[in-house]
């Protein structure tokens, strides 16, 4: 089992960027595949992106050439880089993890793991 931390979340205008962390307890980290998953108010969760075991990524087609998924196994650590943020992308940002195969979690967008999440706010 691990356990998910999130931070790097905040206050931003329209056009900035911030960047997510996803800490993660546990040596075995790096056999994990790694998610981020967003949630707006009143708004079902959605897939934002993931990474593999081998650093392969998804993303979600809204996401697409703003954001940028990394780990760094070393340090137990996945990161988001958000650019060029938007109001809708307004949101508590969960990561999540697990190790089942990478084709199972892009298919099903089905994480076991999950942390607190981090709220992002960007402002008009």
């Known amino acids: 089992q691990v356990q998910l931390e999130e931070s790097g979340g905040g206050l931003v205008q329209a056009g900035g960027s911030l960047r997510l962390s996803c800490a993660a307890s546990g040596r075995t980290f790096s056999s994990y595949v790694v998610g981020w998953f967003r949630q707006a108010p009143g708004k079902e969760r959605e897939f934002v992106s993931a990474?593999?075991?081998?650093?392969?990524?998804d993303y979600a087609d809204s996401v697409k050439g703003r954001f940028t998924i990394t780990r760094d196994n070393a340090k137990n650590t996945v990161y988001l880089q958000m650019n060029s943020l938007k109001p809708e992308d307004t949101a508590v940002y969960y990561c999540?993890?697990?190790?089942?195969?990478?084709?199972?979690?892009?298919?099903?967008?089905?994480?076991?793991?999950w942390g607190q999440g981090t709220q992002v706010t960007v402002s008009s």
């Open positions: 999540a993890a697990d190790t089942r195969g990478w084709s199972f979690v892009v298919a099903s967008k089905r994480l076991a793991f």
């Open positions: 990474i593999s075991r081998s650093g392969a990524s």
